[in-house]
Nanobody, 111 residues
Framework: VQLVESGGGLVQAGGSLTLSCAAS????????MSWYRQAPGKEREFVAF????????NYADSVKGRFTISRDNAKNTVYLQMNSLKPEDTAVYYC?????WGQGTQVTVSS
């Protein structure tokens, strides 16, 4: 199983980024996927969830209305569209499949 995140970077507050997570080694379309994040000195926290078919989603209160999770089962990829970014969104963002984590991608939001 391999999960490879991309799309992180440095953005000003109020800006947008889209993260991607390319999955391989398992039947992607059969599994729910999630995004988590970990800020310096803090525990890893849940950000967003999407069901295997893409019709069910759930978000942390801190990102609700600003972030959108989606997936393309034909491309074995899950996305996280992040809008209206805030400095407190600065963290390493991780893609998660049941039992597996990606290596993470850094998102830095400057004020």
């Amino acid at each position: 199983v391999q999960l490879v995140e991309s799309g992180g970077g440095l953005v000003q507050a109020g800006g947008s980024l889209t993260l991607s997570c390319a999955a391989s080694g398992f039947t992607f379309s059969s599994y729910a996927m999630s995004w988590y994040r970990q800020a310096p000195g803090k525990e890893r926290e849940f950000v967003a969830f999407i069901g295997f078919a893409g019709s069910s989603t759930n978000y942390a209160d801190s990102v609700k209305g600003r972030f959108t999770i989606s997936r393309d089962n034909a491309k074995n990829t899950v996305y996280l569209q992040m809008n209206s970014l805030k400095p407190e969104d600065t963290a390493v963002y991780y893609c998660k499949a049941p039992g597996y984590w990606g290596q993470g991608t850094q998102v830095t939001v400057s004020s």
